[in-house]
Nanobody, 125 residues
Framework: QVQLVESGGGLVQAGDSLRLSCAAS????????MAWFRQPPGKEREFVAA????????YYADSVKGRFTISRDNGKNAAYLQMNSLKPEDTANYYC??????????????????WGQGTQVTVSS
């Protein structure tokens, strides 16, 4: 089992930056990919970004490309989401996820085995 705990959310103004962290514990050696998803108010959860644990290859949703950066620190068993130039439409509950087997379908929620509880990000205009 892998446990994931997110932190770093908060209330910011449009144009500000935030850095989310996801701390992993347990059987972290089994992690293949870590990802961030978000669920805006009243909407479905959607893919934001993913990173392959070993290679560091990254993938982004078009809506955040160029503004958000996902990274990981294997030594600390942590992943991060640096969010710059935040917009009100980025307001959402942000979730960290991890899978045990890389399938290439990094944007699909169903491939992830472990999920955190989420951290709220609110961007005011």
């Amino acid at each position: 089992q892998v446990q994931l705990v997110e932190s770093g959310g908060g209330l910011v103004q449009a144009g500000d930056s935030l850095r989310l962290s996801c701390a992993a514990s347990g059987r972290t050696f089994s992690i293949a990919t870590m990802a961030w998803f978000r669920q805006p108010p009243g909407k479905e959860r959607e893919f934001v970004a993913a990173i392959r644990w070993n290679s560091g290859n990254t993938y982004y949703a078009d809506s955040v490309k160029g503004r958000f950066t996902i990274s990981r620190d294997n030594g600390k068993n942590a992943a991060y989401l640096q969010m710059n130039s935040l917009k009100p439409e980025d307001t959402a509950n942000y979730y960290c996820a991890a899978d045990r087997l890389y399938t290439g379908r990094y944007a699909l929620q169903g491939v992830y085995d472990y999920w955190g509880q989420g951290t709220q990000v609110t961007v005011s205009s």
